[in-house]
């Protein structure tokens, strides 16, 4: 059962309250932000919970077991903090949120009444709809190593040590021309070889996709023209002129680690695993253990 603080008590047992919602969002880099569905800001523990975004939530699922706990926040994209190209960004992606229910006459009573993080984020132009999970949800996520035959490292990561800062991983470019919101052509890359920035993260620094990141699908070129695939299409169109820098990417793979980054000493992969039709043969004299192919040959 859950036990509110005295005067909140008291002021839900008076018959008449005065209550409002409040969102204290911490993104990952750091940014403390504060949204209320009252209609005027209100301000405690040194943040200010702003009115402007017009924030409302669903109903709390919560449960004294393991499940997660989820709601729903919506919103309109008015806030100067909350808007589109932060949200396409990724900047909320995992955000630490806390839910207080606030006695708006007097902020000083208040209690919390869901902690977790921002979960799956869908938006438009105009609004946007955040799924909020609860602290079980961390119970969810593989923790330590697992064996499998890909790399678990991150490219550019510590494990990894590829450099994605040298000039031989990243490179600036333009779009020419697009023929969507997730495809286009480019110029100021033709130094690359083609499938150099498959799997790559590609982010806007003009044009009205600007701060936007995402992941390129494919990368391919021919004696005149660069052409980019992004995995999803982007918010605003995409127009000639506008500029980008983007990374390169890994398939994780131990070809691509040796061929593409000669980096093949620091994967982090387990690529001689025995594959599952080991399971499904039968032994012979011959064969072999290397994880590709049959895992046992018949003898002739």
């Known amino acids: 059962m859950k036990i509110l603080p005295p005067d909140l008590e008291a002021s839900l047992l008076s018959g008449v309250t005065t209550l409002c919602r409040c969102w204290r969002l911490q993104r990952v880099d750091g940014l403390v932000l504060g949204f209320t569905d009252h209609d005027r800001d209100l301000a405690f523990d040194g943040v200010t919970y702003e009115a402007e975004a017009g924030m409302t939530a669903s109903a709390i699922n919560a449960t004294g077991a393991l499940n997660i706990d989820t ?37 000083e009573n208040r209690d ?22 609860g602290l079980s949800h961390a119970l969810n996520q593989p923790v330590g190593r697992l064996y499998q035959r890909c790399c678990d490292a991150d ?45 790559g993260r590609l982010v806007w620094i003009s044009g009205e996709n600007r701060g936007a990141a995402m992941e390129v699908k494919f990368h391919t070129r021919d004696d005149v023209h660069t052409s980019f695939t992004l995995w999803e299409t982007m918010p605003y169109d995409i127009a000639p002129g506008d500029a980008f820098n983007v990374a390169a990417g ?12 000669g980096n093949i000493a620091n994967f982090r992969g387990f690529p001689f695993l025995p594959g599952n039709d080991i399971l499904t043969s039968y032994p012979g004299r011959t064969g072999n253990d290397k994880g590709g192919g049959s895992q046992w040959q018949s003898e002739k």
């Open 71 to 107: 709601t729903d926040i919506s919103g309109a994209l008015q806030s100067d903090h909350l808007n589109e190209a932060d949200l396409a960004g990724g900047l909320y992606d995992n955000a630490a949120l806390t839910l207080f229910v606030v006695d708006w006459s007097a902020p």
């Open 112 to 133: 919390i009444l869901f902690a977790g993080s921002i979960g799956e984020v869908s938006r438009g132009r105009t609004g946007f709809t955040c799924e909020m999970r």
């Open 155 to 199: 490219l550019g990561d510590d494990r990894c040590g590829v450099d994605l800062g040298s000039p031989a991983n990243t490179g600036a470019g333009t779009v020419t021309a697009a023929t969507s919101n997730s495809t286009f052509l480019a110029s100021g890359l033709t130094g690359f070889a083609e499938g150099r920035f498959d799997r």
């Open 250 to 261: 890994c398939d994780k793979s131990t070809e691509s680690c040796a061929a593409k980054f």
